[in-house]
């Protein structure tokens, strides 16, 4: 494998403001960075899966550089981002004695860096936190940018907060054991970058993306451009005012059918629901005359060459009605006075805010790709 170089991608925030390091091997090195935040004493949040390959390490770790360090593991899955696992990892920080100067460590994927991230910005009212995200989905969106949360029964993310860390440490070579599916899930996080608002590094994923799965320098640089892009959209819009919802492209469709399969992994993860939520959003645009037919099929076409679901009949077990899926979305975060609000494509690269969708438009949509029309 080539070496390379550790890539530093800034966010800066002001006094909010933390590095993303992205490379191979960064986990090893982790507790001189981490020690250097100047904290006594940090609790590393894991699940049962990454707990006993990486906990014990990193704890050891911490406690060489004379940090008093404790972990604490959750059940893996999206089912895990709720009330009751919430309350047990704030009296987990609470009983390690963390302090607001001390830290909370995320480590694992996006389920765990969301819940712990809320947790740390709720205790004490606020300690400071560190993401070492071990999924590509998470070392390419969730870690960073604050956004922090768990599920409600109403659906995903509604109850969160806005809570930035103090660093991020992703480390491409954890992605080595992944599981495939997972690796995919991922990977439609990366696409959806140059989907928003950069045509050329959708072209760049067209080219490289085996090389992205495979472990090579292309990793690297997909982590590193998809956080520059993140933190290019955060560091304009922190707190989701404007911009920063365009990072939701895919996601009003793709939350929908998680919530519609009771956020089941093993009928969907996360990245599966972007994927198709991406070419929903590209076949809508379509359907309304805003974007080329040709772009909407290339988005397909490049998702389904990863092995990444593109049409709501790929849910397994189905997505219910087109009532269900309408119901689901009206749960949103995005919705504001009872309308829709998508992100749309005017073409690749092309993204736009569309608030005030009418709600029949979207019926009938959905009535096409599921077959009620």
Same mark, same amino acid.
């Given at each position: ?31 001189? /960075? ?65 302090? /607001? ?51 409600? /029964?109403?659906? &995903? ?104 399969? /009771? ?70 975060? &995005?919705? &504001? ?37």
């Amino acid at each position: 494998m080539p070496e390379a170089p550790v890539i530093t991608v800034p966010v800066p925030l002001g006094d909010r403001a933390y590095d993303i390091f992205v490379g191979r091997g960064l986990l090893a090195g982790a507790g001189p /960075r981490i020690a250097a935040l100047g904290a006594r004493a940090a609790i590393i949040i894991t699940d049962e899966n990454v707990g006993p390959l990486y906990a014990d390490a990193l704890a050891e770790a911490l406690q060489r550089q004379g940090l008093r360090a404790t972990t604490f593991a959750v059940t893996p899955g999206e089912a895990t981002k709720s009330y009751a696992s919430l309350e047990k990892v704030c009296d987990a920080v609470l009983a390690a004695k963390i302090e /607001r100067g001390d830290l909370v460590v995320a480590l694992g994927g996006g389920v765990v860096g969301d819940l712990a991230g809320f947790a740390a910005a709720v205790v004490r009212r606020g300690v400071r936190f560190v993401q070492v995200p071990t999924t590509l989905l998470a070392q390419v969106d969730s870690s960073v940018g604050g956004k922090t949360g768990i599920n409600s /029964r109403y659906g &995903k993310n509604l109850v969160g907060a806005f809570h930035q860390p103090s660093l991020v440490l992703a480390d491409t070579a954890l992605l080595d054991t992944l599981p495939i599916r997972e690796m995919r899930a991922g990977y439609a996080e990366v696409v959806k970058y140059g989907l928003i608002d950069d045509a050329r590094f959708f072209d760049w994923c067209e080219a490289n993306w085996r090389g992205v799965f495979s472990g090579g320098l292309e990793r690297d640089e997909a982590v590193a451009q998809s956080c520059r892009a993140k933190a290019a959209v955060v560091v304009r819009d922190e707190r989701e005012d404007g911009d920063r919802a365009l990072l939701n492209l895919g996601h009003t469709f793709g939350h929908a059918l998680e919530r519609i399969t /009771r956020y089941d992994s093993a009928r969907l993860v996360h990245g599966e629901g972007v994927a198709i939520g991406l070419c929903l959003a590209f076949r809508f645009s379509v359907s309304l005359g805003l974007c080329p037919a040709a772009d909407a099929e290339r988005v397909e076409a490049h998702l389904a060459a990863t092995g990444l679901p593109t049409r709501l009949s790929h849910v397994p077990g189905g997505c219910g009605s087109v009532d269900d899926l309408l119901d689901a979305m009206a749960q949103d975060k &995005k919705v &504001k006075g009872g309308a829709l609000t998508f992100i749309l494509a005017r073409g690749i690269g092309q993204s736009f805010i569309a608030p005030g969708i009418a709600v029949e438009k979207v019926r009938s949509f959905l009535a096409s790709e599921t077959g009620e029309a």
